[in-house]
């Protein structure tokens, strides 16, 4: 049994959480790089917490320079096991409104500009993002946000794009209608297939702002109306959070689903074979291995 530590990612107005106990904003060193922004560090409800704000506080990174490799390293080094990504997105359904929340638990990664792992030439690892939420962590968030009154849908498919523009009439419809798509955004990829090879669990709690571009009713995305969404859905969300640790504890067994072993037989490189550099920079991410 090992100590539960909540990371939180927030998203387009989540910049910070309420009620932390003991707050402190921390610069964390990665070998990544720098992450987003400084990582808040408290407890909530007794329960240990890192808040890093995904943008940077002001919003200063769009979704392709987010620093995503960075941002898991910086978490995993300070102790979390457990992560929940909340962010902004459209939906292609109409039962699923703006306002609503979904607990996403399938990806479609069709970003491009991104670095999107953290072994490569040196040490070559491949590890398994069939299932790439764990299901323990996001049925907390589904209970949390449940308990909060929010309209919420467990499970769906999130198409990730590249960004920064919103999508056109003619993929929006594909994505939908052809691909069997359920929500679109930006950041969760390669953040979930990233948490994977860090093993950490991870849950991503997607706030609807709008239709995207294929509503007949609604037209193309308008921004305004997506920023007014937006902070009524960061209220709900901070809601959400501070559920969580009521919902997790503070003491924490092995994930049932193996998210906290997922490189167990992930690493292919011999060892006298391994670059001694990229080792180093794998401290924190495959320590447990390595």
Not at 41 to 56: D, I, N, S, W, Y
Not at 57 to 80: C, E, F, M, Q, W
Not at 129 to 152: F, N, Q, Y
Request: glycine residues 10%.
């Amino acid at each position: 049994m090992s100590e539960t530590m909540i990371g939180i990612i927030g998203g387009s107005g989540i910049y910070e959480i309420d009620g932390l106990e003991g707050a402190d904003w921390q610069a964390v060193n990665s070998p990544w790089g720098a992450p987003s922004d400084d990582i808040l560090v408290g407890t909530l409800e007794g329960v240990k917490m890192a808040f890093l704000p995904r943008h940077g506080r002001g919003h200063v990174h769009s979704p392709t320079t987010v620093p995503y490799r960075a941002n898991i390293d910086a978490l995993k080094r300070l102790g979390v096991t457990d992560v929940i990504s909340v962010s902004a997105c459209g939906s292609f359904r109409e039962d699923m409104a703006p306002g609503d929340f979904v607990v996403v638990d399938q990806f479609i990664d069709r970003t491009f500009a991104r670095e999107k792992s953290f072994f490569g030439t040196g040490c070559v690892a491949h590890v398994s993002v069939a299932h790439p939420t764990c299901p323990r962590l996001s049925a907390a968030c589904v209970d949390a946000a449940s308990a909060e009154g929010i309209a919420v849908h467990n499970g769906g498919t999130y198409l990730a794009m590249e960004g920064p523009q919103f999508s056109s009439l003619a993929e929006s419809k594909m994505y939908r209608e052809v691909w069997g798509c359920d929500v679109i955004g930006m950041t969760n990829m390669p953040e979930a297939k990233l948490a994977r090879e860090a093993e950490l669990c991870y849950a991503s709690v997607a706030m609807i702002t709008d239709y995207d571009s294929w509503h007949p009713d609604h037209g193309e995305v308008d921004v305004t109306e997506i920023i007014k969404t937006l902070m009524g859905n960061a209220d709900k969300a901070r809601g959400l959070v501070k559920r969580l640790p009521g919902l997790l504890g503070g003491d924490r067994d092995p994930c049932p689903h193996g998210c906290d072993r997922a490189l167990e037989y992930a690493i292919l490189t011999a060892p006298d074979k391994r670059d001694p550099d990229l080792m180093a920079k794998l401290d924190a991410v495959a320590g447990r291995l390595l």
